[in-house]
């Protein structure tokens, strides 16, 4: 049994425990090696930014806080394009016995070319991770299916099919149920289905999944340490099944090792399957059991990844789960920024975080949790922004201007 503490306030449910355990060897810096290389090879490859808000570290009275701007990553407005690529050409390596450095260029050579081609992928996602395959798919003339749950923007599969899709369907079905519906098309068809998520017998892909996404910890914790901090005291992760958060805490917790930070991980309060599989205290994965009701479409996942809820487990230390408010004040609070700051366009996915931070600081309801996590004025904390304006008319409801 895995003992907690429980605290409910200021609108916001949250959970801690004493984190110990190890960082599994798939987010081991050797085992990640491969999808830093690879996504050097590509042309649009570029670091995203890491934002320094010092306006707003003052407001909240600690040392510093920074935000990844993930909305800069390929051109697609989120970050889950790292993971997509990377997966997909594992899975075509891998078909086609080519090994596994492999670089773009090589995948494009002509004596490929036609047997490349000839596969056909297939997925399931609430819009940013669906948006990264089928870019990725494109990029390689080869056809994408992609299939979103009910309730899904209809601006979301159209961004999709924007970028090259061959398919962008809502379904009548929640997320979870349309992540089975994409894996029996993949089986009865003979697609290839790239899946964000893992469950038993499905796991190398989302492990390659999880392994591209560690290429913006990589890039942070570099560029935190040429802003001249030696690590973040407190790295705030976003969840929906939880294959980012786990991924980029593993790097992380790998990379500072005893001097690691503190991990927190939000989730929307209707859907928080990793809250509560932590509040069940037996170790194991459980589903959400609330409606999907939120306007964080990217986390509104009911069934934990399989793969990397033992790392959520074992080394997160705080579990909060969030009503939408908290989101829409983070985007409001990153898109029309303190005095000084820059603006960050960040989505209901991207801005939990910073709404969640802010709260913590500011509310008195609060200061027992920020007490214990030890939110002060020597703390650097380490934001993810995930995804910019991707519901453009949301947004602009939410913040009040347009995202750019």
């Known amino acids: 049994m895995i003992t907690m503490k429980q605290y409910h306030a ?16 798939f987010l081991k ?16 490859y570029t670091p995203t930014p890491l934002v320094s808000l010092a306006g707003l570290a003052q407001e909240l009275g600690v040392r510093a806080v920074f935000v990844k701007d993930e909305s800069h990553r390929f051109g697609l407005n989120a970050f889950k394009g790292l993971g997509g690529i990377y997966a997909l050409t594992r899975t075509i390596g891998r078909e086609l016995g080519l090994g596994e450095d492999l670089t773009f260029d090589q995948l494009s050579a002509p004596e490929l070319r036609e047997k490349v081609q000839s596969m056909v992928f297939v997925t399931t996602t609430d819009g940013n991770h ?7 798919a494109h990029k390689l003339g080869c056809q994408a299916h992609v299939y979103l749950p009910a309730g899904s923007a209809p601006a979301r599969a159209q961004a999709i099919l924007d970028v090259g899709a061959a398919e962008a369907t809502i379904l009548d079905l929640g997320y979870d149920d349309a992540v089975r519906y994409a894996a029996r098309m993949a089986r009865e068809k003979g697609w290839y289905l790239i899946q964000d998520t893992s469950w038993p017998g499905y796991e190398d892909v989302p492990a390659w999944i999880v392994q591209g996404y560690t290429t913006l910890a990589r890039e942070a914790a570099d560029q935190l340490a040429q802003a001249g901090f030696a690590r973040p005291t407190h790295v705030f992760l976003q969840a929906g099944v939880g294959a980012m958060a786990g991924g980029v805490l593993g790097c992380l917790a790998d990379r500072y090792g005893a001097d690691r930070p503190l991990f927190a991980v939000a ?3 209707d859907m928080a399957c990793i809250y509560a599989s932590a509040q069940a205290g037996d170790g194991q994965p459980h589903p959400a059991a609330g409606r999907g009701q939120t306007i964080m479409a990217g986390l509104n996942c009911g069934e934990p990844c399989t793969l990397t809820w033992p790392v959520l487990r074992d080394l997160a230390g705080w579990y909060f789960a969030c009503p939408d408010a908290v989101a829409e004040e983070g985007m409001r ?30 509310r008195e309801d609060l200061a027992p949790i920020r007490r214990e996590m030890g939110l002060d004025e020597t703390s650097v904390v380490l934001l993810l922004s995930t995804e910019g304006d991707t519901d453009p008319g949301h947004y602009r409801q939410v913040v009040g201007r347009t995202g750019r």
């Not at 200021?10 to 959970?15: D, T, V, Y």
């Not at 050797?30 to 649009?44: C, K, R, S």
């Open 10 to 25: 200021g609108g916001i449910a949250a959970l801690s425990h004493t984190p110990g355990g190890q960082v599994p060897d």
């Open 29 to 44: 810096a050797q085992a990640t090696e491969g999808a830093w290389n690879f996504h050097h090879t590509l042309a649009e």
């Open 130 to 136: 669906g948006r990264g395959v089928a870019w990725a």
């Open 267 to 269: 989730e929307p309060e």
């Open 333 to 362: 609070l990153l898109g029309r920024p303190a005095a000084g700051d820059p603006a960050v366009v960040s989505g209901e996915s991207g801005g939990v975080t910073a709404g969640l931070l802010r709260r913590l600081c500011t």
